[in-house]
Structure formats: structure tokens, C-alpha cells
């Protein structure tokens, strides 16, 4: 299934839901076809079947950021709006998602890279916030990338503006896995393989458990975690196939509820 969207294209099938920025080489964010993101994540809030969201673009980069004419005094306000409305979206988004970079992720491309829950690179990917070079900041890097990465290297890359390639993301934490670019799409693969034979529900509970516990301390992180297992988990049929399949020695059949 796709939407019908001049600016991305969306699909869902089998279980995996892909954004792919559709405005090449570089796919330069603009106000339009941000709104179409929002409207694909959307529609995605209410989705049960889908157990993976892949962004990635199309031509030689994932995207280089947001159109610089939009950061314009005139459209600044909307910008912004339309933009942050991705990453308040993701946030709602218990399904898992997947940032897959063909090329370079820059400026708002590497913000919305990030903010996904894991990301795979082609090592000949650029990835930075050159916004500084241009005097302005990058507001969902400056809250995403202490986290990711730590305070310190965080502000070398925020005040130097320099971009950092596939590898050494890898190497500092920023990304999962860089492979060389002719393996990319089978990693990718690969890698949505492991979750599309898994139950939808269990794959949403376990992001649920992971992001709910951020900055509590361990104690009422853990009541939390606690609390989803016995009361959200416990109430689902495929705990209780997962459970059962592995005693009687069977695979399970799940029902992604």
C-alpha cells in the first residue's frame, strides 16, 4: 500500500511501513514535504501489523537537511512547527524504527536519522549538523545528541559543524552499523528480517520499556518497567504463545496482539 505524496514515497507491507524521501539527489527537506512525513506518521499512530518504520531516501543522499529557504524570517515559524512535528510524532510512535543511510544525513537529515530507534549506514555516509557554519542551531540536536553520545563529543560536532563518516558514528555510539555500500541493502534486510519474524506487540512493549525509564532513577525506573511487564505485557495473547511455544518445544504463531 502507498499515499499518494508528491514529495516522499510510503509503503507498508508485511509488517514494514518505509518512508523514502523522494526528492533527489540530495532531498532537501522542504515545508512541503515535511507535512507529507507528518501525515505518513500519522496515519502509522494507530497501526497494529507494522513492526518496523524505515526512513530513507532516494539518489546519493539520505538528506541533507532542511531547505535553507525555509529558515527564512517569513517561513522560519513554520518551519519549525512542521518540523519539530516529525520528532513529537516518533515520539508517539511505539513502533520501531529504522534509519537506513544510503548517503549523507546533514543537518535536519542527520536530526531525523537520530531521532529514529537505530540506524544502518552505507560507510561512505557523511554524517553532521553544519548548522553553525550557517549561524544558526540545530534544536533536536542539541536535545538528541548529549544523549546519544555524551556532552562532550556532542558539542565538537555542534560547534565545529564538521560531519564525521559512517565508521566513526559507528565507533562513538551514533549509529548501529556502518557496511560497505554495496552490502547496504542486504544488511538492511538482514536486519528488518530479525524483527518481521517477531510479535508486533512484544516489539512495541519492549521500546515502551526502554524509552518510559530514561532519566528516572533506577528504582522508579525499574517499578515502571515493572508495572508494564505485568500488568501491558502480560495481558497480550503472544506472551503467553512466546511462553507456551518455547515449553512445548514449537515455534510460535503470533497474532501481534
Known amino acids: 500500500m502507498s499515499g499518494d505524496f508528491e514529495h516522499i514515497l510510503f509503503e507498508r507491507s508485511d509488517g514494514v511501513a518505509k518512508i523514502t524521501l523522494n526528492q533527489p539527489p540530495f532531498n532537501w527537506m522542504t515545508i512541503a514535504m515535511m507535512r507529507e512525513i507528518n501525515s505518513a506518521l500519522e496515519s502509522l499512530l494507530g497501526d497494529q501489523e507494522a513492526k518496523v518504520l524505515v526512513f ?12 535553507v529557504a525555509d529558515h527564512t524570517a517569513d517561513k522560519v515559524e513554520e518551519m519549525i512547527k512542521v518540523f ?3 520528532f513529537r510524532l516518533l515520539q508517539q ?8 543511510l544510503n548517503g549523507a544525513a546533514l543537518g535536519g537529515g542527520c536530526e531525523l536519522a537520530m531521532a529514529c ?7 561512505r555516509a557523511k554524517i553532521g ?7 544558526v542551531l540545530a534544536p533536536v540536536a542539541a536535545v538528541l545528541l548529549p544523549r546519544l553520545i555524551g556532552r562532550q563529543k556532542a558539542l565538537e560536532l555542534l560547534l565545529t559543524g ?6 566513526e558514528a559507528e565507533r562513538i555510539g551514533l549509529i548501529n552499523k556502518a557496511v560497505p555500500p554495496e552490502e547496504l541493502e542486504a544488511a538492511t534486510e538482514e536486519f528488518i528480517g530479525k524483527l518481521t519474524g517477531l510479535s508486533a506487540a512484544i516489539l512495541r512493549l519492549n521500546k515502551r520499556a526502554v ?17 508494564l511487564y505485568l500488568g501491558d505485557l502480560m495481558a497480550t495473547e503472544d506472551a503467553h504463545e512466546g511462553l507456551a511455544a518455547f515449553l512445548e518445544k514449537k515455534s510460535p504463531v503470533w497474532k501481534n496482539r
Not at 129 to 135: D, F, S
Open 56 to 67: 530513507t531516501g532516494s539518489g546519493k543522499a539520505f538528506s541533507v537537511g532542511v531547505d
Open 84 to 86: 519539530h512535528g516529525m
Open 93 to 100: 510512535l511505539d513502533i520501531p524504527t529504522l534509519a537506513v
Open 117 to 123: 530507534d537505530m540506524i544502518i549506514a552505507s560507510e
Open 129 to 135: 549538523q553544519p548548522e553553525i557554519k550557517v549561524g
Open 162 to 167: 564538521e560531519d564525521i563518516r559512517a565508521p
Open 211 to 227: 524509552y518510559q525509564s530514561f532519566g528516572l532513577s533506577f528504582a522508579d525506573a525499574l517499578d515502571k518497567v515493572e508495572s
